[in-house]
C-alpha cells in the first residue's frame, strides 16, 4: 500500500514563501504520478499542480504556473511544492497524492498540511 505524509505547512505573511513536502512509502514511486491539491475551509477541493513519472509538469493556471513550483526527488521518493509569493486566497489544507502508471484517477492521499497566509 502506498503511504504519503505531507510536511511544510505554517502560518505566513504575504508574499512570505513555503516548500510543501510529501514523503511516499511502498514500491514502484518513479511509476506514480504525483499531483498536489488543496482545500479551503467550505470549499471542494481543487487541482493544484502534478508532475508524471517521466518528469512531465501540469499546473493548474496561469498564476499558479508563475508562484509554485512542483518537482520530484526520486532517490528520496518525495514530491516537492515550493509556493512562492503567497497570498491570502492560498490558505488552504494542501494535500499529496498518487496515481499509478496507466491509471484513471489519483488513488492515494495524504492527511493533508496546512497553509494560512494572513494579509
Known amino acids: 500500500q502506498v503511504q504519503l505524509v505531507e510536511s511544510g505547512g505554517g502560518v505566513v505573511q504575504a508574499g512570505d514563501s513555503l516548500r510543501l513536502s510529501c514523503a511516499a512509502s511502498g514500491p514502484s514511486f518513479s511509476t506514480y504520478t504525483m499531483g498536489w491539491f488543496r482545500q479551503a475551509p467550505g470549499e471542494e477541493r481543487e487541482f493544484v499542480a502534478q508532475?508524471?513519472?517521466?518528469?512531465?509538469?501540469?499546473y493548474s493556471s496561469d498564476s499558479v504556473k508563475g508562484r509554485f513550483t512542483i518537482s520530484r526527488d526520486n532517490a528520496k521518493n518525495t514530491v516537492y511544492l515550493q509556493l512562492n509569493n503567497l497570498a491570502p486566497g492560498d490558505t488552504a489544507v494542501y494535500y499529496c497524492a498518487a496515481r499509478q502508471r496507466g491509471g484513471k484517477k489519483y488513488d492515494y492521499w495524504g492527511q493533508g498540511t496546512q497553509v494560512t497566509v494572513s494579509s
Open positions: 508532475i508524471s513519472w517521466s518528469g512531465a509538469i501540469t
